[in-house]
């Protein structure tokens, strides 16, 4: 058994070295028993190997006792709100989300979408199952289960989230990039006053076209469909659908730093004082916009288990990260990828600006990196280094996740990585002068 497919955050790995039909029937039947289920729901996405794995994840769920409503191929945020709205004990998608084709895994949460996590149940289960391998399960050969369609109740909660008639005629460009979102943007569109020009809208979970994960070098094809329909903006999303990156009208993407503060933007315009969660990466343009319109900011880890948390604890209406994982309170708490496009429509609609025009001036004030990755041998002391490096300055220091060090015009944070011998370094800055710099002084420390 390949003990590294059990994540922080979920199951993961190559299909079928790392997570096959052995492996995933004892995941269903631990899963049930270790936190005691009785009544889960459970989908899948596109992948080749989804339906092998739901069928043999039904059959060790089945065995340890749990009835099973089958949700069909759906994405991932469908399933955390059927958890939560039909009331089950708990949910899982089969999915690998954003990774190549050869991957799949286990996503699994509880009652109210609440994540199951390294923290709090996926080593335990992965303890179980290497402890059980030389026992034979006899698990069921067919599969009985209760099928229910959540479509209609999905699209009538994600759209709750806007005023649908106050939209403005609208054209939105959608990559789904072969995955499942193809599967559920048609009928969202069908109740709006919008035109929706597809792409990749095929399901097909070898991912011909472009691959899984929507990074601006993936998203050729739908930046230029942008530009030459004329299109108000365009949205990408990953293979399970949780996540949407956007393209301006002018074809350029923009990152999930600016989404997440354009989001919070919108939000406190409708809800003037509420709390926004957003995590310790980059956070000036966010927490500018929180103050400018009355909202309440909270720091969190990145990882959806953290926001999530964290977003509990404050009763905050709104989550984000740079990763394009974006949480609603009214959505149980949980990510989902088709409420931020509803929303950007809106905020459009709202404001009679174009998505460009509202984007621009966050990256003219604020100038920041991509995410930096360097291999290392030991990440605490490179955190340690950083920090006998600045405690001495004029500065700011924080340890909510990795070291954040903050100045009058430039910040960055470094932190490890969960799972590989990696620091990762994110920055921002006043000027792109000074991000520049920087770089360079906090990267000659982590290298030397």
């Known amino acids: 058994m390949d003990e590294s497919v059990f994540r922080a955050y979920d199951i993961r790995g190559v299909y079928p070295q790392g997570v096959n039909e052995n492996i995933v029937s004892r995941i269903g039947y631990f899963y049930v028993r270790y936190f005691n289920l009785k009544n889960i729901c459970v989908g899948r996405d596109i992948r080749v190997s989804s339906f092998s794995l739901f069928e043999s994840f039904l059959r060790g769920a089945i065995y340890a006792g749990a009835h099973i409503t089958d949700l069909g191929m759906i994405s991932t945020d469908m399933m955390y709100f059927a958890t939560a709205f039909y009331n089950f004990d708990g949910g899982v998608q089969i999915t690998a989300s954003h990774n190549p084709k050869e991957y799949n895994g286990v996503k699994m949460v509880l009652s109210g979408a609440r994540p199951v996590s390294g923290d709090n149940g996926i080593y335990e289960i992965r303890d179980l199952i290497k402890n059980s391998l030389n026992e034979e399960f006899p698990f069921p050969l067919s599969v009985n289960s209760e099928k229910l369609d959540i479509k209609n109740d999905y699209i009538n909660h994600v759209l709750s989230f806007i005023n649908p008639s106050s939209l403005s005629n609208l054209t939105i460009v959608a990559d789904s990039g072969n995955g499942i979102a193809g599967t559920i943007l048609p009928s969202i569109f069908e109740r709006l006053n919008c035109k929706l020009l597809s792409l990749f809208f095929e399901v097909d979970g070898t991912f011909p076209n472009r691959p899984s994960e929507p990074l601006p070098q993936n998203l050729v094809e739908a930046r230029k469909m942008v530009v030459n329909k004329k299109a108000d903006f365009g949205v990408a999303f990953d293979g399970d659908a949780d996540r949407c990156f956007f393209i301006d009208n002018k074809g350029e993407c923009i990152n999930g730093y600016f ?29 500018d916009v929180i103050k400018e319109y009355g909202g309440k900011s909270v ?19 709104f989550g984000g990260e740079l990763s394009s994982h974006f949480y609603f309170r009214e959505n149980f708490f949980a990510d989902n990828g088709m409420i931020p496009m509803l929303m950007i429509m809106q905020l459009i609609s709202d404001t009679k600006k174009s998505l460009s025009s509202l984007v621009v001036p966050l990256f003219e004030k604020y100038f920041v990196s991509d995410e930096i990755n360097y291999e290392v041998q030991d990440i605490q002391s490179i955190i340690d280094k950083i920090n006998y490096e600045y405690k001495s300055k004029e500065c700011k220091l924080s340890f909510i996740d990795g070291i954040s060090v903050e100045f009058k015009d430039y910040r960055f944070n470094v932190r490890g990585s969960n799972t590989e011998p990696l620091i990762r370094l994110n920055m921002e800055a006043k000027s792109s002068d000074i991000l520049v710099k920087r770089l360079e002084e906090v990267e000659k420390l982590i290298i030397e």
């Open 259 to 287: 989404t997440t503060t354009l989001l919070a933007k919108n939000i406190l315009l409708h809800s003037s004082g509420e709390t926004i969660v957003h995590e310790v990466r980059q956070i000036w343009a966010i927490e």
């Open 299 to 317: 720091l969190s880890r990145p990882g959806h288990v953290y926001i999530k948390d964290a977003m509990r604890e404050n009763n905050a209406i």
